[in-house]
């Protein structure tokens, strides 16, 4: 197929690429990616650049071991203050384009204010024609505030910069029904129309598993950028004749298809970027109401809360099920009610609110503007 035409994309280039024999920063697959961001440049299309390697950058100029294993966390974070000005400097070498440098955390994409601020730096870097290049705050960021891998990262800039493209580099050609190093069977998918849960099984585990990098976050980074109506397209960035054919036009990798009814921006935020902080444990006339009336979630619904959570914290809604390990979830909502509250409200018509607590905001606990239904 050919890649469909775009006009601002974002660009994920691995660590394994940019210091792929553990010697700190080369050019050997740089030079060729370089060359498809400039050609695309030429095109007249907007690019922005994630680039990993600053841990890797800061091992080798420390002289030490391996990228990443049994580094403790001041480690790593004292690493990456060391190897991102050299992963700069490395990048820089490679345009004419002045290069911005843009390292962002969890926190900057999970508060809107502060998403917004972001959004308006990478637009505003882009009409001053520059080439932003991203990277986690890998030094400041703790483990709770991290988004964790910049496959992922990568998904949530396209989104908040408004791309039309999500181009993954990797080290196989796309996503193949096995493990291509290990079978030499493997057969790769041109197009991914949908990410569903066999594609999830295909790269090793449960949709919600934790990720653990490889092509696993490559999948949730692609069902990130897809959701949000955002073409996503997995290539081997070891390949220069592979972006070479990408700067034609043609789609040398794996290609996922965007949403055809991309979700809205605030619906896209609370699905993917918002942590949620509890759960309301629901009835199946909840749960049904919630699933096929477009209803919003009364009291009387629910059977159980697990706290704690405040009132306009996000929290799971679940609904319990004999068949299977555990509770099946239903959706994610802001609720308007903290977990004390919640515990003496529920089960009681919404009528019933105010003579039970003081103060009364609202009858419905999650009103349906604020609420999105997810997969089980
Ligand atoms: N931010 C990390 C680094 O630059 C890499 C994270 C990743 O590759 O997923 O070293």
């Known amino acids: 197929m050919a890649l469909p035409d775009w006009d601002r994309a974002v660009i994920k280039v691995g660590s394994a690429l940019v210091a792929p024999d553990k010697r700190g920063c ?27 390697g600053a841990v890797a950058a800061g091992l080798a100029a420390q002289g030490d071991g391996h990228p990443g294993s049994g580094l403790s966390i001041p480690e790593k974070q004292a690493l990456a203050a060391i190897g991102q000005p050299l992963l700069m400097a490395h ?13 962002l955390t969890y ?8 998403f917004v601020n972001a959004k308006n730096t990478i637009n505003e870097l882009l ?18 505030l991290q988004v964790g891998d910049n496959d992922n990262l990568a998904a949530f800039v396209a989104v908040l910069a408004g791309a ?22 493997a057969e790769r998918y041109p197009v991914v129309e949908a990410i569903t849960d066999e594609v999830y099984d295909m790269v090793g585990g449960a949709r919600r598993a934790t990720a653990t990098g490889g092509m696993r976050t490559k999948v949730e980074a692609a069902e990130k950028a897809t959701d949000r109506g955002i073409g996503t397209v997995l290539v081997n960035g070891t390949k220069g ?42 009835d199946e006339g909840a749960a049904q109401a919630l699933r096929h009336q477009g209803a919003s979630l009364l009291p009387a619904g629910i059977v159980d809360v697990e706290g704690p959570f405040a009132r306009g914290d ?31 409200i529920r089960g009681r018509q919404s009528h019933a609110i105010a003579e039970v607590l003081d103060d009364a905001p609202s009858d419905h606990v999650i009103h349906r503007d604020d609420l999105v239904l997810v997969d089980g």
Request: proline letters at 7%; one cysteine or more.
């Open 127 to 144: 009409d001053r024609g520059t080439l932003p290049i991203v990277n986690e705050n890998d030094t400041v960021a703790v483990e709770e």
């Open 164 to 185: 039309d493209l999500l181009v993954i580099c990797s080290d196989v050609d796309g996503l193949y029904d096995a493990d291509p190093h290990e079978s030499p069977d």
């Open 26 to 52: 080369s050019t050997t697959y740089l030079l060729p990616i370089a060359r498809f961001i400039v050609e695309s440049q030429r095109q007249g299309n907007e690019v922005i650049l994630v680039s990993s």
């Open 107 to 114: 926190d900057d994409l999970r508060r809107r204010a502060r």
């Open 241 to 282: 004749e592979h972006l070479d054919a990408l700067s034609r036009g043609e789609m040398p990798g794996t290609f996922f298809r965007p949403a055809e009814q991309p979700r809205s921006a605030r619906k896209h935020w609370m699905v993917h970027a918002l942590p949620t902080t509890g759960r309301i444990v629901v």
């Open 91 to 103: 990048w820089r070498r490679l345009f004419d384009v002045p290069c911005a440098q843009v390292l």
């Open 314 to 344: 996000a929290v799971e809604v679940v609904v319990p099920d004999e068949g299977s390990d555990g509770p099946v979830r239903v959706a994610k909502g802001i609720t308007q009610y903290g977990a004390d509250d919640l515990k003496r």
